[in-house]
Each structure stands twice: as C-alpha cells, then as structure tokens.
C-alpha cells in the first residue's frame, strides 16, 4: 500500500489561505468518502481536523475546510495564524480494514 | 476526559521481539475499536494495525503482517501490540489511537491518540 501523495511543504503569511492537496487512487481516496486530516505539533501526538473528507469535530476552527473530487482530496487553511505551523497528514480507508496515510506536509506561516 | 498511554517501548536489537501496551481511560473501552499507528524519527504517519471492540477480528499492515499481533484486554482497558522478528525499519514511535464513527457506524477516523512510545531496534 503506497503512501497517499502530499506536497512536502507549503508556506504562507498570516491572513492568508493555503491548499494542501492528497492523492491517492481509486483503491483508497477515489473509492471512499473516509478521507481525514491530521494536524502534528513537533513532538506532539496528531489531532483530528477533518473527517468524511469535509466534516469538522467538535472544537476545530471553522478555518479548516476539506474537499475531495476524484482521487484527490484537499485541506483548505484560511486566515493563516502562527499556530497553524505544524505538519499535517491525509488519511484514507483502503479497504478490507486497512489504512493509508499521506506522506505529510509541513505548513510554515511567514 | 479520554486519556491514551503507551509504553513498552525502548532499545532492542534486530531480530527481538516487544510488547507494547496501551492504556485507556475516560471511555468505554470495550465498545470502541483501536489502532496502532507508527512514525519513523523525522518521517510520517503509517498505519499498522487494527482490532475490533471485542478482539475477535483484527487487520495488520504489509510492513507488519506476520511479524506483529495486536490484542486487548477490555476488563483491563488494555491494548497490545506483540512485535517480533523486529528489523532496524521498525524504529518508530508507536502511538495508539481510538477509532470514531460520528454516529455514522463506519470507524474510520482516528479521533484520540497516545503521546506514543518509541521503539529503537538497533545492534
């Protein structure tokens, strides 16, 4: 099971809004709706941002925003703030109760 | 609150073996599937591995299948992760994770995690 595919890194100044993109193919990401983003301070355990490829939990700011078409979903920051500066991950289900996770990207605020 | 907490971990050479444990608290531990999931030093996220609520049905990773067996024990709100024949690509930080459903029956999201225990397998 191959890695999902994500941007090593992203960048932008504070206010502003990045998109970070997850490919995977028709066996994980284009044949489930169970995509999820994964938010990772350094040193710290992941945090659920986004789950059902749009859908936040309870408690996380509503500038997070997912999307899917295909076999590409997308995590969407608006109003960049120095705390967004962490790694963050997609995940797909792919299949028989396995997982897939992408290779991460790093987002740096400016 | 839920609380996660691995640990178990520490330096072995290749070709041991170690056993993880996860304990949980803040939640009916019985009712919810759990997961392992490792990162290598500076690397991502990889899934490794899966048990159902009441351990009778249980998913492994390529990477791992073979070599690692998870299991729990729900009186003791419990989760396990046995890992032999242990190679040098085993080195990770393991963290254990809480599947959620939102209400929809399918448990594909990882909602709560450990702070992980790292495991060195080295000569």
């Known amino acids: 099971q191959s890695a999902l595919a994500q941007p090593a890194s992203v960048s932008g100044s504070p206010g502003q809004s990045i998109t970070i993109s997850c490919t995977g193919t028709?066996?994980?990401?284009?044949?489930?709706?169970?995509v999820s983003w994964y938010q990772q301070h350094p040193g710290k355990a992941p945090k659920l941002i986004i789950y059902?490829?749009?859908k936040r939990p309870s408690g996380v700011s509503n500038r997070f925003f997912g999307s899917k078409s295909g076999n590409t979903a997308s995590l969407t920051i608006s109003g960049l703030q120095a705390e967004d500066e962490a790694d963050y991950y997609c995940?797909?289900?792919?299949?028989?109760?396995?997982?897939?996770f992408g290779g991460g990207t790093k987002l740096t605020v400016l | 609150e839920v609380h996660l907490v691995e640990s178990g971990g520490g330096l072995v050479q290749p070709g041991g073996s170690l056993r993880l444990s996860c304990a949980a608290s803040?939640?009916?531990?019985?009712?919810?599937?759990m997961h392992w999931v490792r990162q290598a030093p500076g690397k991502g996220l990889v899934w490794v591995s899966r048990?159902?609520?009441?351990?009778?049905?249980?998913?492994?990773a390529d990477s791992v299948k073979g070599r690692f067996t998870i299991s729990r024990d729900n009186a003791k709100n419990t989760l396990y992760l046995q890992m032999n024949s242990l190679r040098a690509e085993d080195t990770a930080v393991y963290f254990c994770?809480?599947?959620?459903?939102f209400g929809s029956g399918n448990y594909r999201y990882f909602d709560s995690w450990g702070q992980g225990t790292l495991v060195t397998v080295s000569s």
């Open positions: 059902e490829g749009t």
């Open positions: 994770a809480r599947a959620q459903d």
């Open positions: 048990m159902n609520s009441d351990g009778s049905d249980r998913s492994y």
């Open positions: 028709s066996s994980d990401v284009g044949s489930y709706n169970f």
């Open positions: 803040g939640f009916t531990f019985s009712t919810y599937w």
């Open positions: 995940c797909s289900y792919a299949g028989s109760n396995t997982w897939v």
